[in-house]
């Protein structure tokens, strides 16, 4: 296919509650949609993952704006005639920005997939139909623990099958021991985004009495030596999401000893193609996965619950329903029935904005051609 337009449009969703996570906490979703269109006339959607700030990581929507303005799109635009295969190689020179990359893929794959008429699912390799879902429950904004425990019981009564509560220091031990009281038989994970140092190695072992599924990225994404020590340490498996970037640091990882079980977020490892290298080659040697979530909208939700259906996801991911987080989605809403999702079918994503939507909630709009 050849591209003949590139837009970004930039949209504001208010979240039905705020999202407090040790880095921080979000009120609104800040979002960058990209619009690809073809010069047959198909158009793709791609969602990037990036925030308002670099707090999960380094990206932030202003800095993923630029890069895609002034470097991605002009090499797919110079390469004229291209597949969505073609992507990670065009844009392998410029270095970093793996949500704005993944965006731009996405954008082009849905194009393809819609001008085929393939669904992401069968073009993943999507072997069931319905999906597992688990939630994640930030931090109370108000730090009681009779708030969390609230949403955690509206989570459990939706049907939801997993939940993970974020932690750091000062909110771990007791309301995961809580939660732990409360529901003894739910499949409960926690995870930290990075907040713990080598010396709370102790601390976090206090965990391994509360037959957790998994503890997620306690310690520095740049830490594998620390992840190690803490895996040889805990009894409960040792998930990374921040430190796996690409098939090659999932590798690492494994090999290190410092991850057992591996969360897959397509903007974070640039794209969809390689996370499903990274499901692969931990299919081979089985590591179990699941796919993570970024508070996205319809869009990134529907390719996310595509990349879940793929045999290795084994756990249930971040794959929420749409009334998680909004009120209203820019797509058809994403309903949860007996803790499932069903996998989208329609060509590409299997969804699009719904138009009025989209006007209401963007905030601007420009051209990248
Ligand atoms: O989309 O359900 C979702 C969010 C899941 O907790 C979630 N994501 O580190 O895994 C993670 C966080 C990062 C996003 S926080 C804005
Ligand atoms: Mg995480």
């Known amino acids: 296919m050849r591209l ?11 979240l039905v509650r705020p999202f407090r996570t040790s880095f921080g906490t979000e009120y609104e979703k800040d979002v960058l949609l990209l619009k690809v269109t073809t010069a047959d006339g198909v158009v793709g959607w791609g969602e990037c993952a990036a925030d308002r700030a670099p707090l999960y990581s380094h990206e932030f929507n202003d800095a993923a704006i630029i890069v895609l303005r002034d470097h991605l ?27 704005a990359r993944a965006a731009l893929e996405m954008a082009v794959l849905d194009a393809q997939l819609r001008t085929a008429g393939v669904s992401l699912g069968s073009y993943l390799g999507s072997t069931r139909d319905r999906i597992d879902c688990g939630v994640s429950v930030g931090i109370p904004d ?9 949403e ?8 939801y099958r997993r939940i993970k ?67 040889e340490r805990m009894v409960t498996a040792v998930c990374l999401d921040e430190s796996v970037i690409s098939v090659a640091t999932a590798d690492s990882a ?28 931990c299919l081979g ?12 909208t319809g869009l990134g939700r529907a390719a996310n619950i595509a990349l879940a259906s793929l045999p290795g996801f084994v756990l249930p991911g971040d794959t929420s329903a749409s009334d998680r987080f909004f009120t209203r989605d820019v797509t058809e809403p994403f309903v949860l029935r007996d803790g499932q999702i069903a996998v989208p079918t329609g060509p590409g ?21």
């Open 285 to 296: 040697r089985g590591i179990p996965v699941w796919c993570g979530g970024m508070v996205e």
């Open 165 to 231: 509560l974020k932690i750091q220091p000062g909110w771990d031990i007791v309301p995961t021991t809580k939660v732990r009281e409360r529901w003894p038989d739910i499949p409960l994970q926690v995870d930290a985004n990075q907040a713990y140092g080598r010396d709370a190695i102790e601390h976090l072992a206090q965990l391994d009495a509360l037959d957790l599924l998994l503890i997620e990225q306690p310690l520095h994404e740049d830490d594998l030596r620390g992840h190690q020590l803490l895996a």
């Open 4 to 14: 003949d337009s590139v837009e970004v449009i930039r949209c504001h969703l208010p």
């Open 73 to 99: 799109v002009p090499r797919l635009m110079r390469a004229g005639e291209l597949t969505a295969e073609d992507v990670p190689g065009l844009l392998r020179p410029v270095r970093g920005h793996p949500m």
């Open 254 to 281: 494994i090999e290190y000893g410092a991850c057992e079980i591996v969360n897959i977020k397509a903007g974070r490892v640039s794209g969809y193609l390689e996370a499903k290298a990274i499901h692969d080659m």
């Open 349 to 369: 994503l299997g969804v699009e904005p719904i138009p009025d939507v989209l006007d209401d909630i963007t905030v601007w709009r420009s051209p990248l051609t």
């Open 142 to 150: 108000d730090d009681e623990l009779a708030t969390l425990m609230a």
């Open 152 to 159: 955690v019981e509206g989570y459990v009564d939706a049907g």
